[in-house]
């Protein structure tokens, strides 16, 4: 049999491998949802270019049609994108778990660990109460806001410009050329590059929001099915937490992989209170602790978070705990443990302090 250190270095291994395929996978499934959402956008220019009043503008009179028309695209955008994420789902627990379980004797299967994620995935709760098939529904929700929004603005802006215009053409006066740019706004082509723009540009909510979560929810499948097939090897006590090389800024990460909370080492968790990911498109990763890496040292050095947060530099402060005024709580002593993750409305309701 393996040595430990050579058990170790497997896994290690073998981890950082299922990593870099995980990787990979995340950017091909990110980018079907950068496909799906040019599909859905080129519909609307198509619908758009279909209303155009014999010259080049939609009229208020086609709003109707369009909401009915923008609420089929939400349907669809739903299903496909619905579709998107429930296949990666499955396939991101098996890239956790495959090349891990063989390697702790535990004769688990990975179709049985993939069975168990999913099955953990689909009735998790996040803290915000949010379950995953509500996250997709607001992505598809929000893109048919915004879009309703964009391209009903730019009609009635384009039919309130053509107006003025016309006040102006009637009283024998040439029209402002600030009228005319804005009389453009109600034109098909140009709400079609709205509606394409607030869809697929890099910086836009809408496609921000769909990778985030799908990103994250992948990430959690993966998580959870690495560290439950990492928490089968007799030898592993917990799961240490590794800021990323490209951790932009200080946030409630650098508490969790620095703190030693539970007595096995800075950063160490038992693998069911590994609290990762820690939020949306986290760089973080993670790597297996064995037993005998936990020092006298480590068990006795044991510490709450406040306990951790009170020995770093106060301009850290604001950015573990989320914010200026959750961190002047803490230094004032009126921060209780509980409320590390708390939102500042719920602290200052306690304290009875504006928000």
């Given at each position: ?79 496909q994108y619905r ?237 573990v705990l989320g ?33």
């Open positions: 049999m393996a040595s430990g250190a050579a058990q170790k270095a497997a896994i290690d291994q073998a981890v950082k491998a299922a990593r870099a395929q995980m990787l990979v996978y995340g950017n091909e499934q990110a980018g079907a949802v950068q496909v799906l959402l040019q599909h859905i956008a080129n519909a609307i220019k198509l619908e758009l270019l279909s209303l155009q009043d014999g010259g080049r503008d939609v009229l208020p009179g086609q709003i109707p049609t369009l909401r009915a028309f923008l609420s089929g695209q939400a349907d669809q955008l739903l299903q579709g998107i994420v429930y296949a990666a789902l499955p396939e991101s627990a098996r890239l956790g778990a495959a090349g891990i379980l063989p390697l702790t004797g535990s004769g688990i299967s990975v179709d049985a660990m993939v069975t168990q994620t999913m099955a953990w995935l689909t009735s998790f709760r996040a803290a915000d109460g949010l379950q995953l098939s509500d996250r997709l529904w607001r992505v598809a929700s929000s893109a048919q806001t915004e879009l309703r929004s964009v391209i009903e603005n730019g009609i009635v802006r384009g039919q309130s410009s053509y107006q003025a215009a016309l006040e102006y053409i009637q009283q024998g006066k040439p029209v402002p050329a600030v009228l005319d740019l804005s009389m453009q706004a109600r034109r098909a082509a140009k709400l079609a590059e709205k509606a394409e723009a607030l869809l697929v540009n890099p910086d836009g909510d809408v496609l921000y929001a769909a990778h985030r979560v799908v990103r994250t929810e992948m990430n959690r499948a993966y998580v959870e099915s690495n560290v439950a097939s990492l928490a089968q090897h007799p030898d592993v006590i917990g799961i240490r937490y590794l800021l990323s090389p490209l951790h932009p800024k200080t946030d409630i990460c650098d508490l969790y992989a620095r703190a030693n909370l539970y007595g096995l080492g800075p950063g160490v968790y038992p693998p069911s209170e590994l609290p990762y990911p820690a939020h949306p498109n986290t760089l973080c990763t993670i790597e297996a602790v064995f037993i005998d890496e936990v020092t006298d040292a480590d068990r006795a050095g044991k510490q709450t978070a406040f306990e951790w947060l009170a020995t770093q530099p106060a301009d850290m402060h604001a950015g914010g200026q005024k959750k961190a002047a709580a803490f230094a004032a002593g009126q921060l209780h443990e509980s409320e590390l993750l708390a939102p500042w409305s719920q602290i200052s309701a306690r304290l009875g302090i504006a928000a």
